[in-house]
């Protein structure tokens, strides 16, 4: 695992914003949910790029080039997340989905592995704007001991190599630790915290 803290400057991070604003008015949030139960996630989300991951009851866990409510394709990846792949990931191939996750004050993610691709060559990249968020990581198994830190607006991870699908999730957001999200109060009127997971899909 590495730990990029504040690679993106508060400037940055507002241009980033923008255009994930934009997006978002293209494929507007939607709530997942757990296959068989049904259960909704905590976390609202919508997806970048040329696959989207969506989860529901009778579908599982997938990816799909179509957005599941509006059936448009998912806008495109903005190209400064592009260039930090790019630099940062040393991968030669581009990313296939940028899953855009909101996080309210209440909401969480449980520990999870991300393994629903086809190829785990890849790193995983996350990008956080907004609220500091208490993540968790752990290893392999969900018994392997896990270790928390902070994660602040403007921080990047990659998890790669043995930590590729290493047990993560987030425990909780804290309140009004970052003031990014108010400068869209129509969009994000809970303030709070996005995550961006660029994630290559297919083999290469």
């Known amino acids: 695992m590495k730990l990029f803290p504040g690679q993106l400057s508060s400037l940055e991070q507002k241009e980033l914003l923008s255009q994930l604003v934009e997006a978002i008015d293209q494929a507007p949030f939607f709530v997942p949910r757990m296959p068989r139960t049904g259960k909704a996630f905590s976390v609202r989300m919508t997806n970048l790029g040329p696959l989207g991951w969506v989860a529901d009851k009778d579908g ?25 792949w790019a630099d940062l990931t040393q991968c030669p191939v581009p990313p296939e989905a940028c899953l855009v996750n909101y996080y309210v004050t209440s909401a969480k993610m449980g520990l999870h592995q991300d393994r629903d691709e ?19 990581l752990g290893g392999q198994t969900r018994k392997d001991k896990t270790s928390s830190f902070e994660l602040s607006s403007g921080d990047i991870i990659l998890l790669q190599g043995e930590s590729r699908l290493a047990y993560h999730g987030i425990d909780r957001v804290l309140p009004q630790s970052s003031p990014l999200l108010s400068a869209y109060p129509a969009h994000f009127p809970e303030g709070g915290r996005i995550n961006l997971t660029l994630r290559r899909v297919t083999a290469f």
């Not at 996350?126 to 208490?134: H, P, V």
């Open 60 to 84: 599982g866990y997938r990816y799909q080039p179509t957005h599941p409510e509006t059936g448009q394709n998912w806008p495109q990846m903005p190209q400064k997340v592009l260039d930090l």
């Open 118 to 136: 086809e190829t785990f060559e890849a790193p995983v990249m996350s990008i956080s704007l907004g609220d500091r968020a208490r993540f968790r």
